[in-house]
């Protein structure tokens, strides 16, 4: 049985084509117990492991690398100014060594304002915070900056569950436009049977976090 990974390239090399990739503009950030508007730009959602360089004796066609820690960069959140004052009341917090250490959520939306992925932050407080910058000739949006610092950045079953999903509805799409024309769709249509079935249970087991997150989501965006 194939796996989830595999189903891009096996929509590539059978159809010549590839998943509709999703735009950046269409997300949501949520962040535990505070009511902050909608945020206008996110950055620093990144992962990386670091690496240890050893030089062997007598062997100079390559240096040998090996994996010591996985390190998060500070996430850097903006946003409009409003007269919502929680961002600020939470780095002033930490300024008076008031440490508040709070999860989040970084949700991408599709055109629908449905999450289709989603990242989860852990233990976040802030160590920086940016107010407006002032021009009397600008006309754009005052806008806040809040970086935080925090203990990693993880991709719930959910989220993977649901992008399986959507992935075996547009192979079996692109399955069945292609099996007009006789070129592969017999394939890609093995293929996204197979995916769905393999997702299935994660959907029966991601269902409910997923009715929670759209809620929340909703909520959010109503507010």
């Keep these: 049985m194939r796996g989830l990974t595999g189903i891009s390239a096996i929509a590539s090399d059978v159809l010549g084509a590839s998943l509709n990739p999703y735009m950046p503009y269409n997300f949501l950030v949520e962040l535990d117990g505070l009511v902050t508007g909608g945020f206008m730009e996110v950055s620093g959602l ?19 690398h090996f994996p010591t820690r996985t ?10 100014l409003t007269d919502v004052w929680t961002l600020w009341g939470w780095y002033d917090d930490a300024c008076h060594g008031m440490i508040r250490r709070r999860n989040g959520t ?11 992925r989603w990242w989860n932050f852990k233990d976040a407080y ?3 915070w ?4 002032f021009n009397s000739s600008a006309q754009d949006v005052a806008v806040e900056k809040i970086e935080l610092v925090h203990r990693g950045i993880t991709i719930p ?3 993977k569950g649901l992008s399986g999903i959507r992935t075996a509805d547009q192979i079996g799409r692109l399955g069945a436009s292609q099996a007009v024309g ?6 890609v249509a093995r293929a996204g049977r197979e995916v769905s079935e ?5 959907r029966d087991q991601a269902s409910t976090g997923l009715s929670n997150v759209t809620n929340n989501a909703t909520n959010a965006i109503n507010s």
């Design 198 to 202: 393999r997702t299935r249970v994660v």
């Design 126 to 128: 802030p160590v920086k």
């Design 46 to 64: 990144e992962s990386e492991i670091k690496l240890e360089s050893c030089e062997e004796g007598g062997q100079n066609d390559y240096v040998h």
């Design 130 to 133: 940016t107010g407006p910058q």
């Design 157 to 159: 079953m959910a989220s």
């Design 182 to 187: 006789g070129i592969g769709g017999a394939s």
């Design 71 to 80: 390190t998060y960069p500070n996430l850097v959140l903006s946003k409009g």
């Design 106 to 116: 970084i949700m991408l939306l599709d055109h629908q304002r449905l999450p289709v």
